[in-house]
């Protein structure tokens, strides 16, 4: 992985979209997938390209990894994407969520020889039994809460967020770049965590 | 399966994110595997995961990549390898874990470290170390601390020490501020699955001489 300076992006990395009013809402983007899944649409597929693939490149080039590997890793996530659509639930999850975590496990299989274990990649309609997370409407909004949530946390807790989602570093090597104890990389993440879930939840009780 | 003990919330947040080491990976997958619960706040941190994606900051894409995507769309698949083994029903092995070991933790080779302990290292990239560990009735482990995390999950049989009781699905999820000597209370042989971050560091000088010994 390319050297980068530790979350020194914490408060401008993410950004609210400036022409959302244009974009379909991520309600939409996960009923369009679902679709895809039944139509193999070619302009419907063209469209979740349009809205996912500089997201996937952006996050991507965020772990470190060149241009030109995040250019081949993203053609390989929306192939994944047209490939799989048939095991994606929109009841389960959003499609951003569910995109992501195809992007992520095929970064770092690329990044390391061994896959990533997975608990059940293939099998997200299987559990029937488990409740989704969020409602398909909650979806709508939830995204957006999270990222203000985000804006909204301390800087140190930013930091240890921003560092191990976007840039993918352990525990361990966060201590050691911000020269702080293990433990409080932790506690940190901890309570960042709690918060972004109570965004996530709709929860504005602070 | 009653699970008592579960993954630390920055550990799972970790997983989620990608950014745990592979031996660790492998414990936590395994212990979703088993665990409802925390299958359910992984579910929760894979959807902050999404809204993370929706909000980052764009990476342009040119439309000759489109082209050259749609161009392979119709293209056949090569089936992916069925390398992940069917579970196996009833099975102590999570599937997680069944496509490093098989369907049967007494079919390993299990390699012996001293009398009543037995250790069958998994293949894993890193520093630290990916082992099962089979202990028998009434044997410790070494008393040791560690540099970086030590993830333990219970596959078989049971153990008490200084954290407390654990027993097959419990994970231990201990940092570096611990020392402990696990000490097997089952009345059969005790298997987890453990990784670290790094090599252990014993506490007592027993440790400290045997520890080039066994790899340990
Ligand atoms: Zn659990």
Redesign the pocket.
């Known amino acids: 992985m390319q050297d980068q300076p530790p979350g020194d992006e914490a408060l401008s990395v993410v950004a609210l979209r400036a022409e959302k009013a244009s974009e379909a809402p991520v309600k939409d983007w996960s009923a369009m997938l679902a679709e895809l899944a039944i139509s193999r649409d070619r302009q419907l597929f063209i469209r979740l390209f349009r809205h996912f693939s500089p997201r996937i490149k952006g996050y991507i080039m965020k772990l470190g990894l060149t241009e030109a590997t995040a250019e081949e890793l993203t053609q390989e996530a929306m192939l994944s994407v047209w490939r799989k659509t048939h095991l994606y639930d929109p009841g389960k999850a959003a499609a951003s969520t569910w995109i992501y975590t195809l992007a992520r496990n095929l970064s770092i299989d690329w990044m390391r020889k061994q896959k990533y274990p997975e608990y059940d990649l293939d099998s997200w309609h299987e559990e029937a039994g488990e409740p989704p997370v969020l409602e398909l409407a909650e979806q709508a909004v939830m995204s957006d809460q999270v990222a203000m949530a985000i804006r909204q946390l301390p800087d140190n807790q930013a930091q240890v967020i921003i560092m191990s989602f976007y840039e993918g570093r352990s525990h361990s090597e966060i201590a050691d770049r911000l020269s702080i104890p293990l433990g409080s990389v932790k506690s940190r993440i901890r309570l960042a965590s709690e918060k972004l879930k109570q965004a996530l939840r709709g929860n504005h009780d602070h | 399966m009653t ?1 008592n ?3 630390d919330e920055a550990t799972l947040f970790s997983y989620v994110a990608g950014a745990l080491g592979q031996g660790p990976a492998l414990v936590v997958a395994s ?2 595997a ?2 409802n ?2 299958r359910q ?1 992984c579910r929760e941190l894979e959807a902050i995961g999404g809204a993370l994606l929706e909000n980052i900051a764009l990476a342009a894409v040119s439309d000759s990549t489109l082209a050259s995507v749609l161009d392979r769309l119709d293209q056949d698949v090569i089936p992916e390898a069925a390398a992940r083994p069917a579970p196996v029903a009833n099975s102590e092995i999570p599937a997680p874990l069944a496509s490093y070991v098989g369907d049967s933790l007494e079919d390993l080779s299990w390699k012996k470290l001293v009398p009543g302990v037995w250790v069958h290292d998994l293949p894993s990239q890193g520093k630290g170390i990916t082992r099962l560990l089979r202990v028998a009735p009434g044997k410790a482990a070494l008393p040791h601390s560690h540099r970086g995390s030590e993830l333990t999950l219970l596959l078989r049989g049971s153990y008490s020490d200084e954290v407390g009781r654990f027993s097959t ?1 419990d ?1 231990a999820d201990l940092d570096d501020q611990i020392t402990h000597q696990p000490l097997v209370d089952s009345d059969h042989d005790c298997i987890c699955l453990i990784a670290t971050e790094y090599p252990l560091r014993y506490t007592t000088l027993f440790g400290k001489i045997t520890q080039p010994l066994f790899g340990f």
């Open positions: 699970i003990h579960h993954l212990h979703l088993m665990c619960l925390c706040r699905g994970v």
